[in-house]
């Protein structure tokens, strides 16, 4: 069967017209809407943890960090809730992070690229974060370029989705963290030098107003 020029050009008109609307749909929530690139939201955390490294026990670690990523990608299903429609879409965010910490007398900066997978409306399931970097530290004696992995899981929670805060937020995009993470650190000088990490990562806004037990776990503040 063959296909008359004026169908074929109908048929790409609609998909033309659904993808754009698909796209604005999903993009009516965001705060720094990029073309191609989605929804922009950012966060900040405090993060606290325990450092080994081979030639030393635990040491205390504290430190601070920054993201800003974009909602690159939606799918209905893990590790959103089981809801109809929208509610139940989770989304793949890409973006970029840098940090600084302090292991004893021992600090460092770092940064690179991040991704992570979660719920759009209520991430019953958490949200699995994955970022991979460079920065440059002391390990023991000397210091080093370093990279860096770090994996964390739980709560990451953008009052800026909801209806009833959408227009009242002044800090549209934000979004509040509260999450546990494992990092490994390994030089990159020639040494054998390297370290991991298990803390938590928490937004000091995360319990400010309003805050729910819906909202705590990855939800809608009800």
Request: with cysteine; hydrophobic share 40%.
């Given at each position: 069967m063959r296909l008359r020029p004026t169908l074929v050009l109908a048929l790409v008109g609609s998909l033309a017209v659904a993808a754009t609307t698909q796209r604005a749909d999903a993009?009516?929530?965001c705060a720094r809407p990029l073309p191609?690139?989605?929804?922009g939201e950012w966060t900040f955390y405090g993060a606290i943890g325990d450092a080994r490294t081979r030639d030393a026990g635990w040491t205390p670690s504290f430190g601070l960090g920054a993201e800003l990523a974009w909602v690159v990608g939606r799918y209905h299903g893990f590790p959103s809730g089981a809801y109809h429609g929208a509610h139940?879409?989770?989304e793949v965010g890409?973006?970029?992070?840098g940090a600084a910490s302090t292991r004893g007398e021992r600090g460092?900066?770092?940064g690179g690229l991040k991704v992570h997978d979660g719920g759009g409306w209520h991430a019953s399931w958490?949200?699995?974060?994955?970022?991979?970097?460079?920065?440059?530290?002391?390990?023991?004696?000397?210091r080093a370029g370093h990279g860096v992995a770090t994996l964390a899981y739980g709560v990451r929670s953008a009052l800026f989705r909801y209806d009833d805060y959408r227009t009242r937020d002044a800090?549209?995009?934000?979004t509040d963290v509260a999450r546990v993470f494992a990092t490994y650190r390994r030089a990159l000088d020639g040494s054998s030098a390297s370290e991991i990490v298990l803390g938590l990562e928490l937004s000091p806004t995360f319990f400010f107003e309003p805050t729910t037990w819906?909202?705590?776990g990855g939800g809608p503040p009800m």
């Open positions: 993009s009516r929530d191609g690139l989605g929804c139940g879409d989770a890409v973006g970029a992070w460092l900066v770092e958490g949200t699995f974060d994955l970022r991979v970097g460079a920065g440059y530290a002391r390990f023991g004696e000397g800090l549209r995009g934000k819906w909202r705590v």
